[in-house]
């Protein structure tokens, strides 16, 4: 089996699977009632910053699916699996805070768009870092520390938030 093609298959796939989990995942805190420990992983309002859990715990979500298929056949995995949202959650902000500035307002389809992009762009990451060369442990161990770190700042800024334009709930009424 040609482990390039195969690689490409998971990241398709990948794609796919975090932009419809990601869409769901939106939903799944007003679906609890509100429950205080799904908060941990899904956007408890309209902020970007709660936006940011979808992509990034969707992939992670389908990168420990994988793991156990793709552990003994690539390389950097964890760095991969770090750098894949770390890099559609940067867009996310780049482009939100981009167009609603110009635009002076938030559009719906534009952020339906940019997540789908978002998403785009963490398969083609992990799919390009799994095929570099072994970059050794002390990158995994970087990746997984990063990962492991985003899950504690998702948890303690959904429920305590600072005072920035990041955490601003746009969808509160005034």
């Known amino acids: 089996m040609n482990s390039s093609i195969s690689l490409k298959s998971?990241?398709?796939?990948?794609?796919?699977?975090?932009?419809?989990?990601?869409?769901l995942l939106h939903f799944v805190y007003g679906l609890s009632g509100n429950n205080y420990y799904v908060g941990f992983f899904s956007p408890v309002n309209e902020s970007v910053w709660e936006h940011l859990k979808l992509a990034f715990y969707a992939w992670l979500i389908y990168g420990l699916?994988?793991?156990p298929l793709l552990k003994d056949t690539t390389h950097n995995y964890w760095l991969a699996l770090a750098l894949g949202p770390l890099l559609a959650n940067l867009f996310i902000i780049i482009f939100f805070y981009t167009y609603s500035g110009i635009m002076g307002h938030s559009i719906f389809i534009l952020n339906i768009l940019s997540f789908?992009?978002?998403?785009?762009?963490?398969?083609?990451?992990?799919?390009?870092?799994?095929?570099?060369?072994d970059y050794g442990p002390c990158y995994?161990?970087?990746?997984?520390?990063?990962?492991?770190?985003?899950?504690?700042?998702?948890?303690?800024?959904?429920y305590h938030p600072l005072d920035i334009p990041l955490f601003t709930d746009w969808g509160a009424k005034s």
């Open 10 to 23: 998971f990241a398709i796939f990948g794609v796919i699977f975090t932009f419809v989990l990601g869409c």
């Open 65 to 67: 699916i994988c793991y």
């Open 116 to 133: 789908l992009i978002a998403c785009v762009i963490a398969g083609y990451t992990f799919y390009k870092v799994l095929t570099l060369p």
């Open 140 to 158: 995994n161990l970087l990746g997984f520390l990063f990962i492991i770190s985003m899950i504690f700042l998702f948890a303690y800024f959904t």
